[in-house]
């Protein structure tokens, strides 16, 4: 198991960034693979992004490729999210999670049940 924490949360305005950063701790994060996902409220806990154990694979959600770039940094057990071009439909909770990387490959990787770590979510809300 690993421990996830997530922050770099806020208030922006549309078409403003923010970046998100998840700090790992426990087992060798370098072995896991990373994502995030986002839960609106009424709504249920979506991807957004996945990205392998080296960094070398990604995959995103349409709604937000080309405007998201998740990344890593492994000497650095963390995990980010830099969004771009914020929209008001982006407002959510954000989660940071994990898995292991085999043998589910990152692109296949995208419902909360193949993910087995947590962390306790950030909230980001874009004003119009």
């Known amino acids: 198991q690993v421990q996830l924490v997530e922050s770099g949360g806020g208030l922006v305005q549309a078409g403003g960034s923010l970046r998100l950063s998840c700090v790992a701790s426990?087992?060798?994060?370098?072995?896991?693979?990373g994502g995030w996902f986002r839960q609106a409220p009424g709504k249920e806990r979506e991807f957004v992004a996945g990205?392998?154990?080296?960094?070398?694979?990604?995959a995103y959600a349409d709604s937000v490729k080309a405007r998201f770039t998740i990344s890593r940094d492994n000497a650095k057990n963390t995990v980010y999210l830099q969004m771009n071009s914020l929209k008001p439909e982006d407002t959510a909770v954000y989660y940071c999670?994990?898995?292991?990387?085999?043998?589910?490959?990152?692109?296949?990787?995208?419902?909360?049940?193949?993910?087995?770590?947590w962390g306790q979510g950030t909230q980001v809300t874009v004003s119009s």
């Open positions: 990205i392998s154990w080296s960094g070398g694979s990604t």
């Open positions: 999670a994990a898995r292991p990387q085999f043998p589910l490959a990152t692109e296949r990787a995208r419902t909360a049940a193949d993910f087995g770590n």
């Open positions: 426990g087992r060798t994060f370098s072995m896991y693979a």
